[in-house]
């Protein structure tokens, strides 16, 4: 979604609702509860009696990295095409790249086209920074791969809903102005110059006599320019002076050229475009950020009444998640993408974040991941009936199959956690044996059953080495040299008999400390002679329960130190 930079905020109280204001649906007592608060929007669509194909929309500004918050509005929106799908209509998926919109500032961070974050020292930064004030697709690629900034900034886009399985029909603003299908409502807005200018004065102090709602392109520099001096409506055309433009603190100068354009030669104010979307795309439902709720949500739906003669869409307002405890920001670096997400996670677990309820804050962290795949296989434990939890059994029932490519029962999810600990070792087989070990995989198991496990045990080792936490060490395959003294040698050698004998992990970490004792070891001396022996490091993971993972001869052989 654009974002306008001269947004005036009302209160929270100002913000568009649905029913979607507990983790289901409405809240409790609500005779038309849904579980899903997907379905209630859904409702509230039907209600209108819509055509054919109902339109559910998102979009954006191509300013910078295409990272995970963008997709609030593209994963809200499929659930509720999926939804109203399921009930029998036809629906269609938009997302509108508003890339006629002008670089307003330099990014901090770009991403190429796999989706990898880079800083703009590795790209062509001279290629945005000589093309501010001018419309993204008119601004080449730094990458010099797509034909435009805006084409780069979609095919990111695109890329990530195809990761997510969401069929998404990407548009571009800029053809809409090209092919003329914006140029009726630009027509009827200058036609109604002063009901625009009335309607739009109420949310913005700096409309006067002369504001006009059509930013022209400068024909000779090629910026956009908001000063226009004369309309020609026969004509078509709009003639204007290109002057400066205020992008924040800064201002990005213009040429000073006086110039004539057609209406497919510019474009509409963000506060007129966004509602002229609407009416030429037949948009039936946007959720949107709080920000706009705020901001531009109110104008808009003015100007689709009042100045458009038309009904807005059926809003969602969704709450702003946090990165890692902090707000997402481009600028400052704190953004994470789809794809590197999906390098840690399968997409079922990034589906699930998005499902839960839209009006509720969440974090998203990174360095806990952990806890949210043990969320979304709880939340798949009990779809299938293998756990009771009376609060999410409902909503599990009704989201579930929309999270999964397919509904298979005989699934292994591997704990995140024991996932990243078989990631310490590189012995595929090795890894196996040690989920067998733990009764997570058996001789009936499918094989395409244990291939996504290990594809797991892949994503959680990547996750440890990207958050060097305390799974993130390696398993040596071959007996590392360790020098150790002859108690410490006599200790390991009594905890390898304790190994032989079989016992669990947790008995294996509460004899180290036995052993120790046994033979005035300190116990930390001990700890460190057996990540020297396993690790070759002086420091791991819980050693007692993770020697307790690995196959028991192997254990022994090593505490013995024999080859």
């Known amino acids: 979604m654009s974002v306008d930079d001269d947004t005036e905020p009302t ?7 649905t029913a979607a204001d507990d983790e289901g649906g409405r809240e409790e007592g609500d005779d038309a509860h849904h579980a899903f608060w997907a379905d209630e929007v859904a409702d509230e669509i039907l209600a209108r009696d819509p055509d054919e194909p109902i339109v559910v929309k998102g979009g954006i500004s191509p300013s910078g990295v295409a990272h995970l918050g963008n997709f609030n509005e593209i994963l809200r929106g499929y659930f509720v095409a999926e939804v109203l799908r399921e009930r029998g209509y036809e629906v269609r998926q938009v997302f509108t790249s508003d890339d006629k919109d002008p670089l307003r500032k330099l990014p901090r961070k770009l991403a190429d086209k796999e989706g990898n974050i880079v800083g703009l020292g590795d790209v062509d930064a001279g290629a945005l920074g000589q093309n501010l004030g001018k419309p993204y697709t008119d601004i080449p690629d730094p990458f010099g791969e797509a034909e435009s900034y805006a084409a780069h900034f979609a095919a990111l886009i695109e890329a990530d809903a195809e990761r997510l ?3 998404v029909e990407m548009i571009s603003n800029t053809e809409l102005y090209a092919d003329g299908t914006f140029e009726p409502v630009v027509r009827h807005l200058l036609e109604n110059a002063d009901t625009a200018r009335e309607v739009l004065s109420e ?9 006009v709602p059509f930013n022209p392109v400068c024909g000779n520099c090629g910026k956009i320019t908001e000063t226009v001096t004369a309309i020609d409506l026969d004509a078509g055309t709009v003639d204007y002076v290109c002057t400066d433009m205020t992008a924040g603190d800064n201002t990005i100068s213009g040429c000073g050229h006086e110039g004539t354009a057609t209406f497919r030669e510019g474009k509409l104010p963000w506060r007129f475009e966004w509602p002229a979307q609407w009416q030429v795309l037949g948009v039936d439902f946007e959720p949107f950020g709080k920000d706009h709720a705020e901001g531009s949500w109110p104008s808009g739906e003015d100007i689709a009444r009042n100045v458009l003669g038309i ?17 997402l920001s481009s600028s400052a670096g704190n953004i994470v993408t789809v794809a590197e997400v999906l390098e840690l996670a399968e997409p079922e677990v990034l589906r699930y974040f998005f499902a839960l309820n839209p009006r509720r804050a969440r974090d998203f962290d990174l360095r806990r991941l952990d806890l949210l795949v043990n969320d979304f296989d709880r939340f798949e434990r009990v779809y299938f ?5 009376e609060n999410i059994e409902a909503l599990a029932d009704r989201a579930y199959p929309l999270l999964v490519d397919e509904v298979r029962e005989d699934r292994v999810r591997l704990p995140y956690t024991f996932a990243a600990v078989l990631g310490m070792v590189d012995d595929p087989e090795l890894r196996v044996q040690m989920a067998k070990n733990e009764g997570h995989i058996t001789d009936e198991t499918p094989e395409w059953a244990v291939e996504d496990a290990m594809e797991r045990v892949e994503k959680a080792r990547t996750w440890a080495e990207r958050m060097d936490n305390e799974y993130n060490y390696r398993l040596q395959t ?6 150790l003294d002859d108690d410490v040698a006599a200790a390991l050698s009594d905890l390898a008999d304790f190994v032989e004998e079989g016992h669990t992990g947790e008995e ?14 300190q116990t930390g001396d001990l700890f460190q002679a057996g990540y020297l022996l396993f690790f070759d490091q002086t420091q791991g993971p819980r050693l007692g329960e993770f020697l307790g993972e690995l196959e028991a001869a192997f254990v022994v052989k090593r505490l013995r130190r024999e080859e």
């Open 11 to 17: 209160t929270v109280d100002d913000q568009p609702t």
């Open 311 to 327: 009904e807005p869409p059926v809003p969602m307002t969704y709450e702003w998640f946090t990165l890692n405890g902090e707000p």
């Open 203 to 211: 949310y913005q102090s700096k409309v006067d006599d002369d504001y």
């Open 508 to 521: 294996i970490q509460g004899e180290i400390y036995e052993a120790a004792k046994a033979h005035d070891v």
């Open 165 to 167: 399985g969401v069929p």
């Open 478 to 483: 071959e007996l590392p040299e360790v020098d």
């Open 385 to 389: 009936g293998e756990e009771t939890d």
